[in-house]
């Protein structure tokens, strides 16, 4: 079974710095990894989709990369915000596309 | 409008009490999948369909069944509503090959 794992829990940094989640999986026979963000009580948005064939996704601030072979992803955060406060979830899809795996979150807290 | 509409977004229910959550998307995608979240405990899958013929449990399915009306249609039922079935449920929708999840934004039940 897929294990998904992101650390840290939680984070707060002050506005401005660059920063860097984590997601790391046990079964490296993935599809595709999501990035998303869930705001408090509020459904998930995509930020950023990654298939096994890609090393990283780009979106404005927002850089994800994958290393299957080592079973890592991370979200680079460029020159972070108090609005980027939010929990970041990632999100994995095996080969068998029968569900995604859910890592537990990195809540993020940027301090003005 | 939403790309994965669900109603309502909030309900309060009694225990004993039969609930209908409802999902619609106009995504075009063939599966929908039932979540739910708790505090701590991350998103679990409920259930899942592929097609209007195919319906799948998930992790915890056990007081709860779905019908997938259409292939924009999936709704989930709780038949007798317990107060440990308060959470927030999600419905979500992928399509086959690259694509990622599409959230819905979330229903909060609480069951009294």
């Known amino acids: 079974k897929q294990e998904v794992t992101q650390i840290p829990a939680a984070l707060s940094v002050p506005e401005g710095e660059n920063l860097v989640l984590n997601c790391s999986f046990t079964?490296?026979?993935?599809?595709?990894l999501q990035w998303f963000r869930q705001d408090p009580g509020k459904g998930l948005t995509s930020l950023l989709l990654?298939?096994?064939?890609?090393r990283e996704q780009t979106s404005g601030r927002l850089n994800a990369s994958l290393d299957k072979s080592s079973g890592r992803s991370t979200l680079y955060i460029a020159a972070s915000q108090p609005g980027d406060s939010a929990t970041y979830l990632c999100?994995?899809?095996?080969?068998?596309?029968?569900?995604?795996?859910f890592g537990s979150g990195t809540k993020l807290n940027v301090k003005p | 409008d939403a790309d994965v509409t669900q109603t309502p977004r909030n309900r309060i229910t009694k225990t004993g009490k039969r609930i209908m959550l409802e999902c619609s998307q106009t995504?075009?995608?063939?599966?929908m999948y039932w979540y739910r979240q708790d505090p701590g405990l991350g998103l679990r899958l409920i259930y899942y369909?592929?097609?209007?013929?195919?319906?799948n449990k998930g992790e915890i399915s056990d007081g709860y069944s779905v019908s997938r009306q259409a292939q924009a249609k999936f709704s989930l039922s709780l038949e007798s509503a317990i107060p440990n079935q308060t959470a927030l449920y999600f419905c979500?929708?992928?399509?086959?090959?690259?694509?990622?999840?599409?959230f819905g934004s979330g229903t909060r039940l609480t069951v009294v």
């Open positions: 979500a929708t992928s399509g086959t090959g690259i694509s990622g999840y599409t």
């Open positions: 079964d490296s026979a993935i599809y595709n």
């Open positions: 990654i298939q096994s064939s890609q």
């Open positions: 999100a994995v899809r095996p080969g068998n596309f029968n569900k995604f795996y």
């Open positions: 995504k075009g995608h063939d599966r």
């Open positions: 369909s592929f097609d209007v013929k195919d319906i």
